[in-house]
């Protein structure tokens, strides 16, 4: 601990101090701020690094791409302090350091901005901007002074974020939260701004916002670690790129105006890809379709119809409703009004699930840590859950038709390794979404499926085979609503494009379409 | 805490690891403790440990599902309180038939808010410990019922086939039922679904109000069968019948490897924690150990057992890939 | 077992006005639900008997609720990181049997082993719970057996052990005196309440735990020691149950192996209707205070009516379904499941 507090403010300063500290100390630019060298980390018998270099400069954005498995996650969790290597070293501004905690790394002033939401629901904006003193700091809580609502103002004003300082953090849209949690990034006294997939959930807007406020930042001397699946915001914002694959670095810092995307991707994937343009097959009757829900006694009526062999897109912000018309389609919400038809015929109650599965709508919702899958449980079962009832031999289960059944199905959709009876929780992001396809391509007499952001945080390989599945499945007569925020998936893979603002269907998108079209239909007249 | 299934297992792999602490435990009494190897002795564990058992596996059900259930030590005492009742006027067969019938009311009620109104199964089942309790204790008039002495009341509890007592008996069939009912029925395999994560169940089409509610009734039917043993040992209507009930089961459950999150678990572990606690408290009763110290044991030897079956998953998580 | 539920397909967008409406006004009524049963319950009470509404009747509930209060209170603090304890009800029995028995052997100092053996166990409880990822349900009830058998065990013969002296008149003298009627106890209760509401929102460490109780994953993201935080949340809620024995001790002058069977129950319905949830991330000490004044004036209401102790149980019953209800209609209204 002792290395890592010279080279920053002491946090245990009296507030007055802190407060004065907050401009991002001078760095000359391309002075190396972080050089990680040959870190090897092991886990038991298994080997996530296995001798990955890192040099960080002032003012440079340097992206780090990787397949998921490739030890991307955990040279992350080591720069900031939440693990410690097996073997390397690490130096801060030439000094060594060894972190014992996230808390010593932020305060000798590398800041995280994780994918997942570190912000606080029950707490205000106001307490959440300053969590991390929050956290390490003892004593009288004071961030109700002028002084600091004042800060705290500042801190939203730099990234553009027009919120309430009282209001609780719950209350929030989600592009709301990640532009606060980058707020609160941005604002505290910054050597290395580590940013792990912050544009998950962002709209183009936001997006915007937030590369000119990296610009800024790089342009004062801080040096910054952009993590990030988008190939197309890797080639907008960052200087120089590291790959790493299987533990090890295959590009190091290689400057990105002189290293092409398909070299950048082939080192990721370990073969060269074609990013082609994709065949559709032909559209046949309507199949899936919604009339006139309303989702409760106000909002606007969705009729929406999915015909078969049709690849229907649904583009819409975070927060514009499109996910939660993706669950009306899937007859997972329950609405005030409305009817769910398949075929013609009605689909039981609306937001009655186990009708929609007897109907043949797959789902395959938004998140799938909380809502797709089963940990504990191993693919195989994951993979059934849809079926139970048809997998039984007078009366009962049968576990040979369950393995049988469901082998085939996921051997159909490449689950790699391709061993159903391991733990769900051992697969990669990517793997675990292709389960969550296959339980649902599973479903007896299967019409229709309804896909929520199917690739979101899954690798490039895992992400192509997905989207090779879903089109096999159109061919084969599926009609299949698209809901994404992925430009790229929707404008390659979608017969047509449904755009979502304010809870309503605004405008349809032919085949084809630019993203840039597609960006700006969701963003609607000019902000 | 049964592992996952390794390619090319063999059937000791698949063993939990609470059957080799039993292993241990067995063989070191055995050999130490005078008195516990004996026939008689080993019987009367397994008489005792009977009833611990049945009330365990509706537990382990309740478990397994995401819920918990502090109201069985009072659903009892209901069982042989109405059971009392009824056999003023009507014949053994029917009083008992009413008495487990109140069970099976609690685990309805219990079914009823946690499934359907949503409450948390915590507050539930605590509730109704005090409310069924408080009911008995007043439908008994304040004083355990007596029974006038009826022709076979005892014969649930202590007769027996081939020398092998009923409860005995019972309880290793019911243990089969359960272990048919976990994993070769839809209903038992939606429960280690709904117990790992309820919102996919509800994606993947389950019904969660109906199964969850099954589950609580069908916990009190295996409750139900534990009250009748318990009632035709004392025949007698008490109230205070048996209160560290829930709290047993609970240790019971712990110990064999169901962990208290749900989502996993299997009828084996029930028994297999089962018979550590029957036997742990048979040696504190040979030992002549006074009764605090029996239960401070069951609590010291409860954590103990938990915190052990911690410690594999701790390197798994480890191993377990992020993101 | 899933108290917290995150649902994430209720994607319900809702209009900003409302939400903040919920937020603001609403946002403190949970926590004003046990005044409000507190009036309504002294009201039917009092018109259903006539002495029930007199000062000397007020003035003895407010004596008498301080030690469900307290124990409620500390309950909190565990329920705000989304725990419980299961065994404050045996703690605070053991504590008040060797509280008993030092003060026999050194005279009124010996009062401070009381909270001393709460803050042991809860300093136990918070390492099961958090360096031994042990559930609160095994972890507290562990303790509780452990408590209840050494509670045997300290008393002799598992009598109950007389504070004998100097030190049973002073404690006489404290329960039966008042500051301008309210009696001494009632005010150190009060005063014990505004400590814990200056920890929770004045201090750093009070914001820790709503941190924790939030977001678990994400405190620890941020740089928060989840495990010593849950561990010093336990802990105090041990101090509790140590200072309700010297409470109950201050009343009875005994201490007693088979006291607080059931106040765990109790304590928890305390903290519930207090405003506080299963889930984790909500508190306010004064919600709890009133929710056990609630409490304790039905349950005087009862005994004023005569009815026999096990329909008073079974309003007790009644009143943590209640509770339940109410805990799971706030976690609707504030999306929190």
Known sequence: MASASSVGPDPRSSDAAVIAARQPQASARDDVLLEARAIVKEYGSTKALQGADLTLRAGRIHALMGENGAGKSTLVKILVGAAVPSSGTVALQGRPVRFDGVSEAIAAGIVPIYQQSTLFPNLTVLENLFAFETAALHGV??????????????????????????????????????????????????????????????????????????????????????????????????????????????????????????????????????????????????????????????????????????????????????????????????????????????????????????????????????????????????????????????????????????????????????????????????????????????????????????????????????HDRILKAAAAGLAIALISTDLEELTSLSHRIAIVRDRRLTAELPRLSSPAAVASAMLGESR | MTMGRLAGSKLLQRLPVSIWVLALIVVVFALFLPGFARIENLTNVLRVGAILALASYGQAIVLISGGIDFSIGSSVALCSVTTALAIQQWPLGLALTVGFASIIAVGAINGLLVAYLKLSPFLVTLGMLLLVHGFAAIAAGGLPVEVPDREGIHTLSGGGLLGVPYPVLIAALAAVALHVLFERTTLGRSWFLIGSSRPAAEATGIRLRRNIFLAYVLAAAFVGVAGLILTSRVAAGEPNLYPTLPFETMAACAVGGIPLTGGRGSALNAVIGVIVIAVLNNAIVLLNFPAYAQLALLGAIMVGAVIAQGVPSWTRLARIRSL | MDTAGAHSVSVRGSSPISLRLRFGLLGQMRYTIGIVATLVAAAVFSAAFPHFGTFENAANILSLFGPLAVLSVGQMMVVLIRGFDLSVGAVFALATVIAAEVMNATGLVGLVAAPLVGIAFGLLNGALVSYFRVQPVIATLGSLLLARGGALLAAPNGQAVIVGGDAQAVLLNLQLASIAGVPVTAVFTLVGFLVVAFVLYATRFGRRLFMVGGDPRSAALVGVRVHAVTVAAYAMCGFCAGLTAILILMRTGLGLPTEGVGMEVQSLAGAVIGGSQLSGGYANPFGVFFAALFIQTTQSGLNFSGISPYAAEMVMGCSILLAGLLDRVSQRIFRTA
């Open chain 1, 141 to 466: 809580a004071r961030y109700r002074s002028v002084q600091r609502r004042r800060l705290a103002q500042q801190m939203l004003d730099r990234i553009g974020l027009v919120v309430s300082l009282d209001q609780p953090v719950a209350l929030l849209s989600l592009g709301e939260k990640q532009l606060l949690e980058i707020a609160r990034g941005l604002g505290r006294d910054c050597k290395l701004l580590v940013l792990d997939e912050p544009t998950a959930a962002l709209s183009q807007g936001d997006t915007n916002r937030l590369f000119a406020a990296l610009r800024r930042l790089a342009a004062a001397g801080v040096g910054i670690l952009y993590i990030s699946h988008k190939t197309n915001e890797i080639q907008q914002i960052a200087d120089e790129i590291t790959v790493l694959r299987d533990g090890v670095c295959v590009i190091s810092g290689a400057p990105l105006k002189s290293t092409p995307m398909q070299a950048i991707v082939s080192a990721m994937v370990g073969h060269t890809f074609n990013v082609g343009e994709k065949s559709l097959p032909v559209v046949g009757a309507p199949v899936l379709t919604l009339e006139s829900a309303v989702c409760r006694a106000g909002d606007p009526e969705i009729s929406i119809t999915v015909h078969a062999s049709e690849i229907l897109g649904v583009a819409g912000l975070a927060g514009s409703g499109a996910e939660e018309i993706g669950a009306m389609l899937a007859g997972a919400l329950a609405c005030a009004s409305g009817a769910l038809r398949v075929n013609g015929r009605p689909v039981g109650r609306m937001g009655d699930r186990a009708a929609a599965v007897a109907a043949g709508i797959g789902y395959v919702p938004a998140d799938r840590s909380v809502d797709g899958l089963f940990p504990g449980h191993d693919a195989l079962r994951n993979a059934s859950a849809s079926i139970l009832e048809h997998l039984t031999k007078f009366g009962l289960l049968s576990s040979r038709a369950e393995s049988i059944r469901l082998s085939a199905a996921l051997t159909d959709v490449s689950l790699s390794p391709n061993q159903p009876w391991r733990l769900i929780d051992e697969f990669s992001g990517g793997n675990q979404q292709k389960v969550l396809l296959a339980r649902n391509l599973a479903v007896v007499d299967v019409k229709a499926l309804v896909l929520v952001e199917p690739t979101r945080g899954v690798d490039v390989g895992a992400r192509d085979i997905i």
